[in-house]
């Protein structure tokens, strides 16, 4: 594309009486600033290398902040070690450092990132959830994972009920969010000829009476749902509900919860990764 837009400038293109005709080399910074602030990340920095007007203004300022979160300020604050230093980044560094995963301060098991032009997303390791039984190794075992964000996931073997509890305060820009458990029925093992396997033999207890989820904001939202588990052998992203945010200054409460406390029966072979929230959009 840059290729293309250079060729039209360097080519003079003339009118009647002689005189050239204005080119994109013509066109000021400020203007060109001004246009591709309507454009997506990836689409600006495509036009930077049209010309080097166009690059110096895909550098300002005023371009970047309108792809930043509105409470973009507070994000840098609060949550990065570095915080102190951010006003010396320009608003394309800020850019660039949100969209990479980054720790809730000295927290290694909660990140978020900036989706592009899609808003701020959040996950939750299982290491920060209240989980019932999680140091007895009875119950639970902590399995290295390279399909999760974290690096471990928890897998229950076997247990007469299931209770797993979080909770997070976080500046979420305005707008709707969707919360989600990350679970998978059977256990990884290791890749064979480069082929994942999962081992579902101790899966059991799941499609007898469904899983309840829920979710609670400190506004009076409230969601829940109920699934049963019947999917072995893959990741599966379960949908407790939706939140609203109206106030981006302010730090939004939630609670969500996992319970299957029937104690007809025993459950096990479940593989527990994180929460995850999204824009609603995604």
């Known amino acids: 594309m840059g290729a293309g837009f250079?060729?039209?400038a360097d080519h003079e293109k003339l009118t009647s009486d002689g005189s050239s005709k204005p080119g994109l080399e013509d066109l000021s910074e400020s203007c060109i600033a001004l246009v591709l602030t309507h454009l997506?990340?990836?689409?600006?920095?495509?036009?930077?290398?049209?010309?080097?007007?166009?690059?110096?203004?895909?550098?300002?300022?005023?371009?970047?902040?309108?792809?930043?979160?509105?409470?973009?300020?507070?994000?840098?604050?609060?949550?990065?070690?570095?915080g102190s230093c951010s006003y010396s980044l320009t608003k394309k560094e800020m850019f660039a450092r949100l969209c990479?995963?980054?720790?809730?301060?000295?927290?290694?098991?909660?990140?978020?990132?900036?989706?592009?032009?899609?808003?701020?997303?959040?996950?939750?390791?299982?290491?920060?959830?209240?989980?019932?039984?999680?140091?007895?190794?009875?119950?639970?075992?902590?399995?290295?994972?390279d399909e999760?964000?974290?690096?471990?996931?928890?897998?229950?073997?076997?247990?007469?009920?299931v209770e797993v509890e979080g909770n997070l305060e976080f500046e979420f820009p305005v707008g709707k969010y969707s919360l989600f458990f990350r679970l998978q029925l059977g256990k990884n093992s290791r890749k064979v000829l480069g082929r994942r396997i999962c081992n579902v033999e101790q899966v059991?207890?799941?499609?007898?009476?469904?899983?309840?989820?829920?979710?609670?904001?400190?506004?009076?939202?409230?969601?829940?749902?109920?699934?049963?588990?019947?999917?072995?052998?893959?990741?599966?992203?379960?949908?407790?509900g939706d939140f609203v945010v109206e106030n981006s200054t302010m730090p939004t409460k939630l609670k969500f919860s996992m319970t299957q406390i029937d104690c007809t029966h025993t459950k096990g072979g479940l593989s527990l990764d994180?929460?995850?929230?999204?824009p609603a959009e995604i």
């Open 6 to 8: 250079s060729s039209l």
């Open 40 to 82: 997506d990340p990836t689409e600006i920095c495509k036009f930077a290398s049209v010309n080097t007007t166009f690059r110096q203004a895909s550098l300002t300022d005023v371009v970047w902040e309108t792809k930043l979160p509105e409470n973009y300020r507070i994000l840098v604050k609060n949550l990065w070690d570095e």
């Open 100 to 145: 990479r995963p980054n720790h809730f301060g000295t927290s290694k098991n909660k990140t978020f990132w900036l989706e592009k032009n899609r808003g701020i997303c959040v996950c939750i390791s299982w290491k920060e959830m209240k989980i019932t039984g999680i140091e007895d190794r009875r119950y639970w075992s902590h399995n290295s994972s």
């Open 148 to 161: 999760s964000r974290f690096g471990t996931v928890a897998f229950l073997k076997q247990i007469w009920w």
């Open 204 to 240: 059991h207890g799941w499609n007898i009476k469904p899983v309840q989820f829920q979710l609670s904001s400190s506004n009076g939202q409230l969601a829940t749902a109920q699934y049963y588990l019947n999917e072995p052998g893959k990741w599966t992203q379960y949908h407790v």
């Open 274 to 278: 994180s929460v995850l929230i999204l």
